[in-house]
């Protein structure tokens, strides 16, 4: 099984700021970098933001930029918004079972 | 906008079973693989189980395999969960999420639409 890990566990910053989130495969996702990036508020759904790797979703704001490869990737939000404080999750799709990081939590400083 | 409405969650007591039900709309439903995905209370997300586009191949998690069973009814537009033996770490919000990619011979595995979510309490 493919151990997704996620780092930091959560993050205070202020809207406007850039940050990053860190997210690391215990094994290479292969050819593709078949990682997916999530978004999810408090009593809500998961929403799609990123998948393989770097390509954005339908929707969603250039702001967000998803990078990396093999085991290491990051999520970047450049000038964070109100509505981006949330938790952020990744996932990896390149073997089963298809697993996910613990999250990281963006709260507002 | 793609629609997806899970439903048939509630308080169950261990050794129980349960249906799970997702009414899907506004989107060719027959063209696309389908998972179940879950939450337990304040946890991450855990994938459990997919089926393919035509309903003929599925895919479990090992930690669900031969208690859960996924199901679609294509002429109805509905994805299913059967889950028996329900133990206490089956506490979960269920969520129905839709697979990308059209057509597809196999699930992609990653989600770019999900339901609200139904809450399955394991307890008695």
């Known amino acids: 099984e493919i151990v997704v890990t996620q780092s930091p566990g959560t993050l205070s910053v202020s809207p406007g700021e850039r940050v990053s989130l860190s997210c690391r495969a215990s094994q290479s996702v292969s050819s593709g970098n078949l990682v997916a990036w999530y978004q999810q508020k408090r009593g809500l759904a998961p929403r799609l933001l990123i998948y393989?790797?770097?390509s954005r979703a339908t929707g969603i704001p250039d702001r967000f930029r998803g990078s990396g490869s093999g085991t290491n990737f990051t999520l970047t939000i450049s000038r964070l918004e109100p509505e981006d404080f949330a938790v952020y999750y990744c996932q990896q799709y390149a073997s089963s079972p298809y697993t996910f990081g613990q999250g990281t939590k963006l709260e507002i400083k | 906008e793609v629609q997806l409405l899970e439903s048939g969650g509630g308080l169950v007591q261990p050794g129980g079973s349960l249906r799970l039900s997702c009414a899907a709309s506004?989107?060719?439903?027959?063209?696309?693989?389908m998972s179940w995905v879950r939450q337990a209370p304040g946890r991450g997300l855990e994938w459990v189980a997919a089926v393919s586009a035509t309903g003929n191949t599925v895919y479990y998690a090992d930690s669900v395999k031969g208690r859960f069973t996924i199901s679609r009814d294509n002429s109805k537009n509905f994805l299913n969960l059967e889950i028996n033996s329900l133990r206490a770490e089956d506490t979960a919000v269920y969520y129905c999420?839709?697979?990308?990619?059209?057509?597809?011979?196999?699930?992609?595995?990653?989600?770019?639409?999900w339901g609200p979510g139904t809450l399955v309490t394991v307890s008695s």
């Open positions: 393989g790797a770097s």
């Open positions: 506004d989107f060719t439903f027959k063209a696309f693989a």
């Open positions: 999420a839709k697979d990308p990619i059209r057509y597809s011979y196999h699930p992609t595995y990653y989600f770019d639409y």
